[in-house]
């Protein structure tokens, strides 16, 4: 068991919009280790950057407790604010300010005296490649050099838990892949307990080693994208075919071999969902042979957190990132 | 409490640095109270001041106005800051809430006295008549003025982060009455009973009584006292209605 660095039991928030109760996060129970890389997922309006706000002392809980970094949110919030590094949704650098002033400033604000805040701002300005416009007035920067801006702001007191709230929304490809550089880097080099929210399915999975899905305020599944993949979702075999009565045959012959295999037959293409499908092709494929059904195609899909998401709500992750909006609720309350 | 006092100089140097950067454009924003002096002057009656120029009556009155044009508006500052997501940075830091509103409130003092030397400086060659020891205890009432006002003006901010026009319609519906009920640009002593009434109550009037006062050399007077006393109890007020808002912002 690993030493522990959040945990929450029964976690709650309710706002209240136009008169009716919004229960944002319902009774979240979530307990997260030293070292561990968390992805919290769901659609927009899911509660995890409700959950974010409360577990970094931004919002209070309406019930429930959280303990951070080895304090509670709501008796020690300076403590927590002292032990964690936050990287926000929007620009953390004030407009008028220039970038090494602003760093030097945060350095200060957890309680560095000028000498080692002017250090560690060197440091970071290094690490995170700031030099070229480290005396430049930060509305001056691009969208890229703001956010790099942002992850040095976070870092500047070398937190051991760092939380990132939508780290990636706006970033263009380029950045993006940056960004989940400095976060891999961070991981390796420091061990730096991280956890982030996302409703990018390819950056939870590509990024973090375990996925927190959240929907409707509560947690509905958890464990390793792997791991969801394989219990939630399974592979996807398409087998294409040049007339429909292959197809028909075909299925015969897979249902026969794989055990508990799902298929789906429309026209010449048979799709079959089972586990471990990337293994089972080359037999199935074999077997097609034997039996004379000549394949005209065959593609081998992995499952992705987007099935696992549908699988396990009904509802397709993508489909609902266009809609809701937890953003205007918080702001409301 | 040295985590208050050094907290709130960490937010207070923030604040001030830009303005440090780019001195000018505490400078820039000087043109306006510059072109009331310029503009307005010429239109007083000379009666006006005590030994008869009207420079001497007006003067401190376009240092109170400078003072009260730029410091009210400050909390758009803050504004900005919460729509871009710089101010949820501050929130999450360790700064001490008090110190994150008590150290924006006394960075006010800085433009004010930059304001107040431009104006004396730009007013002497008219024959502006300046008393140096008086004018200085003007500087600490305005200063603490200043504060309160500052602190209002940011507590106006926090409560209408969602829709930014509450800012400027609140900023901009108060300032003009307050301003003319001070008797700041034309004296209300010959107005009629109900404007004197409402003048009574604006605690900008004792202000800007007190600073006229001053800044003509009379120090030890009813008037200063009630001058100081406005500006401290302004200050009370802005500082307890914006401490309590910003402990609020995260609750």
Request: charged content about 20%; proline content about 4%; aromatic content about 6%.
């Amino acid at each position: 068991m690993t030493e522990t660095m959040i945990r929450t039991s029964g976690l709650t928030r309710h706002f209240t919009v136009k008169k009716q109760t919004v229960e944002a996060v319902r009774g979240l129970d979530l307990h997260v280790g030293k070292g561990e890389l968390v992805a919290l997922l769901g659609p927009n309006g899911a509660g995890k950057s409700t959950t974010l706000r409360m577990l970094t002392t931004l919002l209070r809980p309406t019930a429930g407790t959280a303990e951070v970094a080895g304090h509670d949110v709501t008796a020690d919030p300076r403590a927590v604010r002292s032990a964690i590094g936050y990287i926000g949704q929007g620009n953390g650098a004030g407009h008028s300010q220039r970038v090494r002033d602003e760093l030097h400033s945060q350095g200060r604000a957890y309680g560095m005296n000028a000498a080692a805040a002017r250090t560690r701002a060197a440091e970071l300005i290094g690490s995170l490649d700031l030099e070229a416009f480290a005396d430049r007035v930060v509305s001056s920067l691009s969208g890229g050099q703001r956010r790099r801006l942002d992850i040095a702001m976070g870092l500047i007191h070398a937190p051991e838990l760092l939380f990132l709230d939508e780290p990636s929304t706006g970033l263009d490809p380029q950045n993006r892949a940056n960004l989940a550089e400095h976060v891999r880097r961070l991981r390796a080099e420091h061990g730096t307990t991280m956890v982030l929210t996302t409703h990018y399915l390819e950056e939870a999975d590509q990024l973090a080693e375990r996925v927190v899905v959240i929907d409707h305020g509560r947690v509905i599944a958890d464990d390793t994208p792997e791991r969801l993949k394989s219990a939630y979702a399974g592979d996807r075999i398409t087998l294409r075919f040049d007339h429909d009565r292959d197809a028909a045959r075909a299925r015969t012959c897979v249902l026969g071999i794989a055990d508990g295999a799902v298929t789906d037959l429309t026209g010449a293409t048979l799709q079959v969902r089972l586990d471990g499908g990337a293994e089972l092709a080359p037999k199935l494929l074999r077997a097609l042979d034997d039996t004379l059904v000549p394949v005209a195609a065959v593609e081998v899909a992995r499952p992705t957190l987007d099935d696992v998401f549908l699988n396990l709500t009904g509802r397709s992750l993508r489909e609902e990132a266009a809609t809701g909006s937890e953003q205007k609720l918080e702001i409301a309350a | 409490m040295s985590t208050f006092v050094s907290d709130t100089a960490t937010v207070f140097s923030r604040e001030l640095r830009p303005v440090l950067r780019n001195p000018f454009s505490v400078i820039f924003s000087m043109l306006q109270p510059l072109v009331f002096l310029a503009l307005f002057t010429p239109l007083l009656p000379d009666v006006l001041g005590s030994d008869g120029s009207a420079l001497q009556w007006f003067v401190p009155g376009i240092v109170v106005m400078s003072c009260l044009f730029g410091t009210s508006a400050t909390g758009s500052n803050l504004l900005f800051e919460i729509q871009t997501g710089s101010h949820e940075r501050m929130l999450v830091s360790p700064l001490g809430r008090p110190s994150l509103i008590v150290g924006r409130a006394l960075k006010e003092i800085v433009p004010m006295f930059v304001q107040t030397a431009i104006i004396v400086v730009a007013t002497i060659p008219f024959g502006f008549e300046l008393h140096l020891a008086g004018a200085l205890l003007g500087l600490v009432i305005l200063a603490v003025f200043c504060v309160g006002l500052g602190a209002l003006s940011y507590t106006l901010a926090l409560a209408s982060k969602n829709q930014e026009w509450m800012f400027w319609a609140v900023q901009q519906t108060l300032i003009f009455p307050l301003l003319l009920l001070a008797g700041m640009l034309l004296p209300v002593d010959n107005g009629p009973a109900w404007l004197r009434t409402a003048a009574d109550f604006n605690p900008l009037t004792y202000v800007v009584d007190a600073e006229r006062a001053l800044f003509n050399g009379e120090i030890l007077s009813g008037t200063v006292a009630g001058g100081a006393v406005a500006a401290v109890v302004v200050a009370a007020l802005g500082l307890l209605v914006g401490t309590r808002a910003m402990r609020r912002v995260s609750a």
